[in-house]
Every structure is written in C-alpha cells, then in structure tokens.
C-alpha cells in the first residue's frame, strides 16, 4: 500500500517569504497527486492536482504554485506569504491504474505566517 | 461545480447509541464516493469507498451508502464508542476530489 511522507510537518514564516512544502509517495507508480488546504474550522478546499510529470491543474489565485518535478514528487510553493496563506496542508493520491481510486493522504503540514 | 454537503455540522451522542451521518451532492455523475476520519491536527484516515456501481459497503461497526440518483450518501455508525469522536468528512469524485465540512462527532462515556 502507499504512503505518502510530508514535510515540514509544522512551520512558522514571516508574511512575504517564501514557502516550499514537499510531498513524496512510496508504494505506488503514476499517482494522481493533490494539495488541499484546510483552513481552521473550515472543509478542505482542492488547490492542485497533477495527472503526471510536470502536469499541474490549479484551482486557486496565483500567490500558491505547484510542481512535479519526478512521478512520485509533488511540491507546494509560493514566491511571497500572505497571512491568508495560513492552515493546514494536506498532500493526497490515488492509484487509478488498476485501483479502486482510493484517496490516501499525509499526516499534513501545518504552516502559520505571522 | 460539484458541491457536497454534510448535515449535521455537529453531533454529540452517549456512548452506545447507533447514529448517522449525511452527505450530499449536487452532480450525480461520480465514479465513487469515500469517507474520511480526522482526528484534530491530523490528516485524513479513509474509513469507505463506494464505488458508483455500487449501493453500500461496510466495515465492521461502519456502514457506508450510497443513493447516486438523488445524491446522496449516509455513514451508519453502530454501537458508537468514545474513540470514535472526530470529524467525519465524505468525498466525492467528479475527476477530482471534492469534500464537504465535515461533521464533528463526540461520543460521551
């Protein structure tokens, strides 16, 4: 079965530095990957989600940007933090490909910019 | 868009008691539907998939089902336990994954 490794699993920035979160998955090939954020008190909200390398669908306004740069690597960025940017990120799969489409996720990464 | 909904936002029962959770949805044409657990400051821990060929499935106390013609989708929970208090969010996949908020259970001793 998958496993998906998130990190930093906490963080801590000042408004207008950069963010990198990253997202590996072991025990699966061509994943589809997601990013949610889940904002305090509030449902999950779809950021990004990549069908394969370097493919990235994005869901929200630009200040956030994703990437994937190897099959089973999926990162978060963004050039500039806004205090909006706060909450709780959760990196996400599903194995398609002779699966049930199955959703697994991260423990998380919980970012506060102060 | 696909907009899903779970009713009630909140739920607190004693210990014992079978209850239920509710979900809709908007945009019957799914490929499935799952439910999640999370426990506060965690991710999500899949409980059920229902795939949309399907009506229910279950999983021990669990038992997950599925209406797709009229959108919607219950979490049957029997016997509930202390350790069964978190949010329960349900899941529906258009192609892409889209949640709603979730319900918040506590089960008192």
């Known amino acids: 079965s998958q ?13 207008g ?5 990253e997202c590996t998955v072991e025990g699966t090939s061509n994943p589809n990957l997601y990013w949610y954020r889940q904002a305090a008190g509030r449902g999950l909200q779809l950021l990004f989600y ?3 390398i370097g493919q990235i669908s994005s869901e929200v306004p630009q200040n956030l940007s994703a990437s994937r740069p190897q099959d089973r690597q999926f990162i978060l960025s963004s050039k500039k933090l806004l205090l909006s940017d706060s909450g709780f990120y ?18 998380g990464s919980r970012l506060t910019v102060l | 868009k ?5 009713i009630p936002a909140a739920l607190s029962v004693p210990e014992g008691e079978n209850l239920v959770l509710n979900c809709s949805f908007t945009d019957s044409a799914i490929y499935n539907l799952q439910w999640f657990r999370q426990d506060p400051g965690k991710g999500l821990t899949s409980l059920l998939l ?6 229910e499935q279950t999983s021990g106390r669990l038992n997950a ?15 509930s336990q202390p350790g069964d208090s978190a949010t329960y969010l349900c899941a529906v996949d258009n192609n892409d994954m889209r949640f709603g908020a979730g319900t918040r259970l506590t089960v008192k001793p």
């Open chain 1, 17 to 21: 530095s950069p963010l990198s979160l």
């Open chain 1, 50 to 52: 990549s069908v394969g």
């Open chain 2, 50 to 55: 229902i795939q949309s060929s399907q009506r």
């Open chain 2, 65 to 79: 089902s599925l209406d797709k013609s009229s959108g919607r989708s219950t979490l049957y929970i029997a016997a």
């Open chain 1, 3 to 15: 496993t998906i490794h998130q990190w930093p699993a906490t963080l801590v920035q000042p408004v």
């Open chain 1, 90 to 107: 959760l990196c996400a799969c599903t194995r398609l490909a002779g699966g049930t489409g199955e959703l697994f996720f991260g423990e």
């Open chain 2, 2 to 6: 696909q907009e899903v909904t779970q």
